[in-house]
């Protein structure tokens, strides 16, 4: 793609050319898609999707419904993914039209490239099923609206039914993910600080747009009053402090984060934010971009200072906002100097030879072939092997249940076993599997417990007080190109004495 043949006077060729652009982004998406097979995080979802409900445990509902339905009409596995890639070409989209309206369509399709060439933009917000798509197509769509709200200068008809389908866009983020809440306070500073935006304070509709966005987030609230406010209290209790004050793991968690934007991309979006705040206090754009993103950056960047727990993708939502200030930035004249085509193939090529790898390493194991792991260390790619051996194992075809001791391996037992044989996590952490049915009804009945093959003897240490007995397990060993990987223990576990006592209220 030749930027410099981008102009901000050519609207119709740079629609044309981000089409085509996020065209081969969903294509690339849907190669990498059907490579793989889910995850943990996936398969869980997935498996926990299959009720529908008003709400989950572990996040509000939108991308579990989605998840749900997909699965209905496309089958559980990674065909479930394709609603996911479909929502993220929209989002590509929209972040182009976004930065068009504000900084021009040179801009847009600088900003539609790097989101698209960022490993998580591509992979789990674009490809997997994971509520940070969902979230991610919302806040770009509230983003887009309130532009149009706050820089065209629409009528005031047509800026009350701005506010309104803002209000719903926000929503829907909600309806994603808890951490919309931060986007949202960003819109309202950037009311506050606009001297030509903070009229709206006085008025109506930006309230009406925050009753709106209540209404759509009403069935998590209303899930979470029937279950104790069990989600607020789980995700809650990740920020809580732990340990005394942790400077070192606000580093760490900077350096997640640069791993997961990647170092070539990192560093020119970090220039760009501090080029939009330093320009925010003349140009209400930029202020915009910047209020929308700093709030999640900041707060989930520090939240390990106090020694609470974090994870570095829970900053990208605030990153999302950057791109914008990245085209900007870079379409700017004196930005000329920068070959921004040499910048977008090579960032294309070693993302491609990420994926390439990632996907090499999962389907054959050549590079832990290649050099040993050492101790401690897990190969991440292993998550995405296929349980489906299990279903051969007559521990399990004899069961009229299945039981993990991990939530995680819950997902994965329940997607390989089917959606006809219901999977139970004894726990202290079953999360949303514990929703799933009562344990209390399967009082009497024989179960398959199935855990990792060394941890046997401690499961049945752990589970003896809920069945009669146990029959000696059986080894179940999955592979990948053609060598045994993960070694699996069923255990034929006889007549479930009692019900497991969950954690939370169900």
Sequence with gaps: MNFANVTPGVEENGSRRALALVAVFALARLAFAAALGPGYDESYTIVVARRLDLSYFDHPPLHQWIAHFAALALGEGAATRLPFVVLFAATGWLTFALTRRLFGARAGIIALVALNLTPFFFASAGTWVVPDGPLDFALVGAAATLARLFFDRPTPRAAFGLWLAAGLWLGLAGLSKYNAALPALGVLGFVALAPRQRPWLARPAPYLAALAALVVVAPALIWNARHGWVSFA?????????????????????????????????????????????????????LFLVCLALPTIVVFTLTPLWGAKGLPHWSTPGWLFVYPLLGAWLAQPRAAMLNLRKWAVASAALLAALVVLVVGQATTGFATRLMALGSGAVDPTLETLDWGALRAAPGVQGAAFAVATKWMDGGKIGLALGPDKPVFVFSDDPRGIAFLADSADFVGRDAAIVVAWDRREAAEAWLAPYFAAFDPPQLVTL???????????????????????LPYPR
């Excluded at 993960?486 to 479930?496: M, S, T, Y």
């Design 479 to 501: 592979q990948r190109g053609g060598r045994d990987e993960i070694a699996l223990a069923v255990i034929p576990a006889r007549g479930l004495t009692r019900a497991f006592p």
């Design 234 to 286: 789980f995700q809650g209790a990740r920020a809580e402090a732990a340990g005394g004050w942790r400077p070192d793991r606000v580093g760490a968690m900077a350096i997640g984060e640069i791993a997961f934007l990647s170092p070539w991309l990192a560093a020119p979006l970090v220039a760009a934010l501090i080029d939009g705040a330093r320009r925010a206090a003349r140009d209400e754009r930029r």
